[in-house]
């Protein structure tokens, strides 16, 4: 059995009208999925999530704008029920608004009753999920005698008995938990008409306990494992051997990822499953895709995925953020990386003008600092609570992220007269880049700029095709 490969670098350069708004065509791996699974369960179009998340739309609908304005958090969970998708349409919805005070009523009126009874189950099971959240909650606050190192709230080992930033106020977390459960149970409707909605409770930050799942949410992950022909793809993947060359090479990488997290360290308390689950996952993509095999900068984004959900979760996720987010980014040659770098360039002469020309008068190149930036979409660069929050933001927006983040970075950490002066040259700029003041990578700070920079997508793509054609250009 073959497994039908499309090689992202391959295709690449036909793609620069949809590259930068993360929209492109879906991956089929019908030849994937073995031929007894096919038969029964293959019966029906397989329809493309829209844009990062949408897991079932119709293209073209219209989406509601809404202002980044606190209305969020007031907007009524009432409506958000009654004017659910249509693949949960209620045809007794009228009822909802019809005050029964008798109970007579309840008598005569079927529908009311019915309704009722789904008013309640919906109640209780958004209930039933905060309590189980809430003694999630609890029993991690519990101190249980281990042999094992003091972990904080993300499993990073504390070292000298310091913690991790504070945590949030626990009603604002229970309150934001409460939204997104709802929103999460009707992701249709919201991806649809209230897109901006879920735009700004994501740069707001999802709450730690529903980030895995609303991460498979966004890059639509939960489509291609649930719904779509792909959803074969990763148990056929992890059971084959592999090849040796690529196995060597993962089995390599192991140790370097996250030593000091409890999932792949040598003495946490999961031994060696952690590790065990990221070479499964880098090997079953090395055999979806034998022409690109693997690349060390996969490696950290399979590891922060396996952080939040199981691996074939987390394959699911990497497969999308590989295709979708990042075309060619692991590819050989890093052919996408490289046109990303230019276009970068051409965005830091618009929006910081003095950093531009002292990078050009020394010669500094976009490739000794934005490769690692992009690749490992910053998880090797910021404190870990600013990474999950662009996270948070890049699963949800696309690419144009990773560009807003590297263009704060660089106007606020070398920006000003004083500072140009203080790293007047390469070695200077260079070693500046990799030691950032801790201000400027502050989670709100980061994210506040990434609110009030606007990024055109028109724009953008035109950057990208400029790019694109240059590059073929100076080569042929």
Known sequence: MQISSTSSNSHYANMS???????CPPETFEDTVPSKQ????????????????????HHGSKRSSVSDSEEYDDFPEEETRMRMSSSAYDPNAHYQNHEICDTNDYVNNPFAIQQLKQQQQATSRVQFQLDNLENKRKKEQVPVES??????????????GLSSSPQLDPKVLRRREKKWIQMLDNWRYFMDEKFELVKARCRKGIPPSLRGRAWKYLCGATFQMEVSANRFVFDYCVKQAGDPKWNEDIQKDLSRQFPEHEMFARVGKFG???KNDLFDLLKAWTVLHPEEGYCQGQAPIAAVLLMHM????????????????????????????QVDG???VKMLKEKSKLTYRHFKQNGVDPALYMIEWFMCVFCRTLPWPTVLRVWDMFLCEGVKILFKVSLI??????????????????PAIVTRLRNLPAEIKEEEFIVQRISEMTLNDVEMEKMHFIAM????????
């Open 17 to 23: 009208d949809i590259r930068m708004t993360v929209s």
């Open 38 to 57: 096919v038969k029964k369960e293959i019966s029906f179009v397989i329809q493309r999530p829209e844009r990062p998340g949408e897991t079932h739309s």
């Open 147 to 160: 042999n094992h190192p003091e972990t904080d709230r993300f499993g990073f080992f504390v070292m000298n």
């Open 272 to 274: 060696n499953n952690g």
């Open 310 to 337: 199981p691996v074939r979760d987390a394959f699911y996720c990497f497969v999308q953020i590989c295709h979708k987010y990042l075309p060619g980014y692991y590819s050989s040659g890093l052919e996408a990386v």
């Open 342 to 344: 230019d276009i970068l």
């Open 409 to 426: 970075l660089l106007k606020y950490g070398l920006g000003t007269p004083s500072q140009i002066k203080q790293f007047p040259d390469m």
């Open 469 to 476: 054609k240059t590059r073929q250009m100076r080569f042929d």
